[in-house]
């Protein structure tokens, strides 16, 4: 089972920094996801929101700062204290904090072909091997390039769902499946939500798909998903549940 650190470890440091992605690595966790947008001069930076105000109390659009202008911004102080004056990292600042043979899930947010293209240039230079990278998207049209541009890296659908009784799965299986296979995926990385069975995880592994989860930092809900052999969990304590079920074997 792989558990990938959500934002980093962002349950104990401020979410999308360098400090909860260095916490990540310095316990072990198989892997971060990261969210990133582009600024208005061009440069991808990491936040998950298009706006600043909920991590820096400052309220601005992503889409009107520019990377002088971010790198004011305190990134920290929302969490603690302790975490003040933590600033807001570019992308290719994340991208040398990955060790070798760790994962990397970057979300996409609103990036065109050329910025994904500049991306896969950003992650050679760096010495990054493309099978270390997997490329996470709730955009279809970013998943298509992503394959299309970084064959090399897997690719992830985003999906959230939802159930209902009398309705049953919101996207259905079959929905799921018809975007996977139009925008060449590699799986599905799916909210995790309790009524997912193994006939659910089945019907999307069974066509060759994988099935990802998340945001998971609840140890009974992990083992459900556990039980269910996902690819991956992704969680707010990753390092948390990674020595949960390792210590359990």
Not at 171 to 178: G, H, I, W
């Amino acid at each position: 089972m792989i558990f990938i650190s959500h934002r980093g470890e962002s349950m104990d440091a401020p979410e999308n920094t360098m400090a909860a992605f260095q916490l990540a690595w310095d316990h072990d966790s198989d892997g971060i996801e990261a969210d990133f947008h582009l600024l208005e001069d061009g440069e991808i930076v990491c936040m998950h929101d298009t706006n600043t105000l909920r991590t820096t109390g400052v309220e601005s659009e992503l889409s009107q700062l520019n990377k002088r202008q971010i790198k004011k911004l305190d990134a920290g102080s929302w969490k603690d204290t302790h975490w003040s004056g933590t600033r807001v990292p570019l992308l290719d600042e994340v991208l040398a904090t990955i060790p070798n043979g760790k994962l990397i899930y970057l979300e996409l947010k609103n990036m065109s072909n050329d910025k994904i293209a500049q991306t896969k240039s950003m992650l050679e230079a760096r010495g990054i091997n493309l099978a270390q990278v997997v490329i996470i998207s709730f955009n279809d049209d970013i998943i298509k390039a992503a394959k299309a541009i970084i064959p090399e890296a897997k690719a992830l659908l985003i999906s959230g769902l939802n159930y209902q009784d009398d309705i049953g799965f919101t996207p259905s299986v079959a929905e799921l499946k018809l975007r996977l296979k139009q925008t060449n995926a590699d799986g599905l990385d799916c909210k995790a939500i309790k009524e997912i069975n193994k006939e659910f995880v089945e019907s999307i592994k069974d066509t060759g798909y994988e099935f990802h989860v998340w945001t998971i930092d609840d140890t009974q809900l992990a083992q459900q998903f556990v039980e269910l052999k996902v690819d991956s969990i992704t969680s707010n304590c990753a390092v948390k549940l990674k020595k949960h079920f390792m210590g359990s074997k």
